[in-house]
Each structure stands twice: as C-alpha cells, then as structure tokens.
Nanobody
Framework: VQLQASGGGLVQAGESLRLSCAAS????????MGWFRQIPGKQRELVAV???????NYADSVSDRFTISRDAGKNMVYLQMNGLKSDDTAVYYC?????????????????????WGQGTLVTVSS
C-alpha cells in the first residue's frame, strides 16, 4: 500500500486545516488508517485513527478539535483540524495498518502501522 498525504501549510492559531491522504495499491488489505505527528527530537505520536467499520481513536489533546473521516470507496482518509494551536505544529504522517487481523483493532502505537506516507508539515503561528 502506498500513501500520499497533502494539505499541510502555515496557519495562524485558531484557524483550520484539512489534511488528505490517498491510498493506492492493495487497499483491500487496509484494516485502519490514521494520522500521526512528529516534532524533531521527539517520538512520533498518535493524532487520530479510524478502522474500516468507522471506529475511531483520538489523542486526548485533539479530541475536541480534530475529526478524522474515511471514504473507503475513494481510498481516502481526512483529518479536519479546527482551533489549531502552536502545539499542533509538526510533520503529520498518514499511516495504514495492513497486517492480518482476526478482529477489529484500533492501534494507537505507530509501530502497529506498517505503511506510511511521506509526511506533510503543519505550522501554526501564535
């Protein structure tokens, strides 16, 4: 599975951005897709993920401001980010879990995702 993320940019605090991620290849193998972010010198962390059935998992820091959605027919996942804060500044990565699963699984650890996009930079100025 190949992932292509887009939509990052420079915004002011309080504004909104929408990230998009397009999946291609063997997309039938995808169990869940989501977004992680990383600041230089820090570990990659969960932002939000969504399973094929629509179950979601959000980081506490974004749960009241960000919304993840998925269009399975178009093999797309989106992250609507509202009320952006300077702490949201990071490189955002799209990820997919394509491992064989026998039940629904909503992973929050980046090591549980085996396909990654190239990253898109979100910069929030205060």
């Amino acid at each position: 599975v190949q992932l292509q993320a887009s939509g990052g940019g420079l915004v002011q605090a309080g504004e909104s951005l929408r990230l998009s991620c397009a999946a291609s290849g063997f997309t039938a193998s995808i169990n869940a897709m989501g977004w992680f972010r990383q600041i230089p010198g820090k570990q990659r962390e969960l932002v939000a993920v969504v399973t094929n059935s629509g179950t979601t998992n959000y980081a506490d820091s974004v749960s009241d401001r960000f919304t993840i959605s998925r269009d399975a027919g178009k093999n797309m996942v989106y992250l609507q980010m509202n009320g952006l804060k300077s702490d949201d500044t990071a490189v955002y990565y799209c990820a997919a879990d394509t491992r064989v699963r026998y039940s629904e699984y909503v992973g929050s650890d980046p090591h549980e995702y085996d396909s990654w996009g190239q990253g898109t930079l979100v910069t929030v100025s205060s």
